[in-house]
């Protein structure tokens, strides 16, 4: 007896494909490619640098797992007040100028990491690069914002997902690079393309 053909699946093929040409007509909006090409620059290095860090820090000798751990917690902590303090900064000075001002301010402690001495300048720095965490919040609202109205929940979808799967492999490179003792040349690197990301946002204009 031959079955009936899986409606599910067709139904779900033609939801994707309406999601990417969803997605594919927002990112002709400059204004939209700007911002997702800024948000996965960030997210690339967030991935790596949350996934790493406690790793990062017992490497040095200086800290123990436990130690390494209260050091991520308190970056999550930052991480939580810069974002609070992200959305009010972003609706008296714009989103373009905030999301400037966090991607700049993100590359120090990324470029600091392997230059600090000393247990709690270390365990400051290292804190200090949950800072980043305030470009999520701002970033999500400018595109939200612009995108159609009648397609803004599924391109939104369609570009998260796309901006996710592209900063997933920041681990990835790192792990790499902590494998062939390059682990202070992979924070460089991180703070390298957090700058490239802040260098996006420049151009960014104001929503209208």
Known sequence: MTGAPDGGTGVADRSMLSAGRAAAVAVRDRRIALAVAGATLMLFAFQAATAFLTTYLTATGRFTQGTAGAVLG????????SQFAGGGLADRFGTPRVLVG?????VVPLAALP???????????????????????VSNAYIIALLPDDVQGTAWGALR?????????GSTVVGYMADAGL??????????????????????PERP
Not at 192 to 204: K, N, Q, R, S
């Open 74 to 81: 308190v970056f999550f902590l930052v991480g939580a007040a």
């Open 161 to 169: 997902t796309g901006f996710f799967i592209v900063g997933s492999f």
């Open 102 to 106: 966090i991607g700049a301010a993100s």
């Open 183 to 204: 682990f202070d040349l992979a924070f460089y690197m991180l703070a390298g393309i957090t700058a490239v990301g802040a260098g996006v946002y420049v151009f960014l």
């Open 115 to 137: 230059l600090v001495e000393g247990r709690l300048a270390l365990g400051v720095v290292g804190a200090l690069v949950g800072v980043r965490m305030a470009v999520g919040p």
